[in-house]
């Protein structure tokens, strides 16, 4: 079974400044997909960015990027230029490349981000 | 507009009460889900269907009870809820993945906060 770990429970950082959120995960499989999800105080999940795992180029949307390592199992999200609306908790999530269990995403537990303006 | 609503989205009861969340879809996606979502666990799946009257268990389903009579809808049902289903339940939905094709995202409701004293 697959399993996706995030280490740090909580981050904080500065209006303007860049953080990087850890995500970690394991599985047998060569192909599949990786998220991340955004959730925040509405509740709302949100999808930040998606990375294949058959592309070696990392995935970019805007002010958020990903660190994919295949080798490693590691998939870090950065965000740039951190505003007050990048405030949330964010999740790191894996699917299998043709989806089981009606594409069922395997989630990790969490990180909250605060934004100090 | 695509979206996939839940209700009630705020849920008090009692241990033992028969209760129902409603999913509904309008993408006319094949799979559902519905999911929980505890501090520090992320989201788990609780059960699927890939289509209409075609359900399976997820991850943690003792305790729930699904059904899929239509395409669009896929109803929660705690026949005798107890005090440990207290979370923050999300459904899902997606179209199928086809072999080569993209990756078919989650479309999440907006979640009910389910309190069971």
């Known amino acids: 079974a697959q399993t996706v770990t995030q280490s740090q429970p909580e981050m904080s950082v500065q209006e303007a400044e860049t953080v990087t959120l850890s995500c970690t995960y394991d599985t047998s499989e060569s192909d599949y997909y990786l998220f991340w999800y955004k959730q925040p105080p509405s509740r709302q999940m949100i999808l930040v960015i998606r990375q294949e795992a058959y592309k070696q180029q990392n995935a970019t949307e805007n002010r958020f990027s990903v660190n994919f390592q295949k080798a490693a199992k590691s998939f870090s999200l950065k965000i740039s230029d951190s505003q007050l609306g990048d405030a949330a908790m964010y999740f790191c999530?894996?699917?299998?490349?043709?989806?089981?269990?009606?594409?069922?995403?395997?989630f990790g537990g969490g990180t909250r981000l605060m934004v100090k303006p | 507009e695509a979206q996939v609503t839940q209700n009630p989205r705020y849920l008090i009861t009692v241990t033992g009460k028969k209760l129902t969340v409603t999913c509904s879809q309008n993408m006319n996606h094949e799979y559902m889900s519905w999911y929980r979502q505890d501090p520090g666990l992320g989201l788990r799946q609780i059960y699927y269907?890939?289509?209409?009257?075609?359900?399976d268990k997820g991850d943690v389903p003792e305790g729930y009870k699904v059904s899929r009579k239509e395409k669009r809808n896929f109803p929660l049902i705690l026949e005798s809820p107890s005090p440990n289903q207290t979370s923050l339940y999300f459904c899902?939905?997606?179209?199928?993945?086809?072999?080569?094709?993209?990756?078919?995202?989650?479309?999440f409701g907006p979640g009910t906060r389910l309190t069971v004293t």
């Open positions: 999530a894996y699917r299998r490349e043709y989806g089981n269990a009606g594409n069922m995403l395997t």
């Open positions: 269907s890939m289509n209409v009257e075609v359900t």
């Open positions: 899902a939905s997606s179209g199928r993945v086809q072999a080569g094709g993209s990756s078919y995202e989650q479309y």
